[in-house]
């Protein structure tokens, strides 16, 4: 009669209206003019300016062990983010299509204040423009996987951390 915890915890959003997770349970909101839009081949997307526009979804998104979206970006300046789940700037994991200081596409994770140093996974480049990637992310026990396109581009083992240590309160797409 205890409650099981169920190892195949999962969210979805399909953005077909707006930021509803797909089981009913998650959902997010859309700020600052963001919106779904109709995108030929893809259908209905999630767009975002670049700038002020993001999603905001709730604190339970942030435990995933794997994130995974499918990402058309049209360039911009360095450190935007495709995710960005955290705590401040002292706890926190996110994605970006451009590192600044590498120029590559870049997760990285530091899971506790001031105890742990930033773990990067860098893919050997920027994420391309104007065409749609498949990028994702997977930390499975103390090894973290960054894939575009299916390909794993970089991995790091013995640095990564459960992304529940992150303690995220802010997940913003």
Request: proline letters at 6%; glycine letters at 12%.
């Amino acid at each position: 009669g205890w409650p099981a915890l169920v190892p195949d915890w999962r969210a979805f959003y399909p953005f077909e209206v707006d930021a509803r997770e797909a089981g009913g349970d998650y959902g997010g909101l859309l700020w600052r003019g963001a919106a779904v839009v109709d995108e030929g081949e893809r259908g209905r997307v999630l767009r975002l300016s670049g700038t002020n526009q993001y999603v905001t979804l709730p604190d339970a998104v942030a435990n995933a062990r794997t994130v995974a979206a499918w990402v058309k970006w049209e360039g911009g300046g360095d450190w935007q983010r495709i995710f960005d789940f955290g705590d401040g700037t002292d706890r926190y994991a996110y994605l970006t299509p451009r590192a600044g200081t590498s120029g590559r596409l870049r997760f990285a994770i530091t899971p506790e204040l001031s105890h742990q140093p930033e773990q990067v996974i860098d893919a050997p480049g920027p994420l391309p423009t104007g065409a749609w990637h498949h990028v994702a992310v997977t930390i499975e026990s103390q090894r973290g996987t960054l894939y575009l396109d299916g390909q794993a581009v970089g991995s790091r083992s013995g640095a990564a951390f459960a992304p529940w240590q992150v303690m995220a309160r802010t997940n913003y797409l």
